[in-house]
């Protein structure tokens, strides 16, 4: 009779390891290590970019790598990144331009997950996720940010980081615009992006390209997010669900729509929502 005691308790014992274990895993993959530095676009000065490698907190064997895919011009975008790094830093500052016969070489990808800052350029998020999704190039970001890398990205950079990716399109209107002439439910285009952030939208170039209306639409489809705007030549740096702004304009950030009503002909009315606006060292917080 005392064995099978011994044996129950030692089994019950043994699962609440096994589960304590679980959860301990679950709360550190929800606390990256790492930190995210995304920038609205435009001109990045020097102060800006060597804010990013304070954040970076790079060690003297740590390198960079900028992913390009999101660029036309590859090329161009890892030469002018390259160029001003070089001035700020003798780290190592790589290339690795994938594509999706590229994304299962695990000699590429381990060398991914092991920089300590990764830099997406700016260009197109839509083709950035075409051949980053469901691929192990995803994986090392995910696992290099967990680990404590910084993730940065500039424009179509910016806007993969967040889990419902705003592509810039319209539902309603089969020409591309840089910004929305109203704001209409079932109008604007997501799909996934990078998932670095969940709890928030982020749309870029936003005081320069007047984007409330695109930002408004993606509150109306997902209300429970809070939508941020950043500005060109401005950034955010999100420290777990802490962020601060950095740079020479100001970050617009959009939350809790309320009485939110669809009409005919896809128009919206909101009742009340909050908006808040933030410059350089100013801090905010996301759920």
Known sequence: MNAVLFSKKKQFKTSFIFLFLIFCASIQAQNPKGNLFIIGGGNRSDALMTQLLQVADLKPKDFIVLLPMSSEQPDSAYIFFKTQLEKLTSHPIVMLNFDKNLATNKVLTDSLQKAKLIYISGGDQTRFMNVVKNTPIY?????AYQNGSTIAGTSAGA??????????????EKK???????IRYDNLETTEGLGLIKTAIIDQHFLKRSRYNRLLSALVEFPNLTGIGIDESTAIIVRGNQIEVAGESEVIVMKNPKGVQKSKN?????????????????KFKVQ
Do not use: C, P, R, W
Request: no cysteine.
């Open 139 to 143: 994986t090392a970001i995910h696992t």
């Open 176 to 182: 591309y615009t840089g910004t929305f002439d109203n």
């Open 266 to 282: 896809n128009l919206i009315s909101i009742k009340s929502l909050e908006m808040s606006i933030y410059n350089a060292g100013q």
């Open 159 to 172: 806007a993969v980081m967040s889990e419902k990716m705003i592509t810039g399109n319209q539902k309603l």
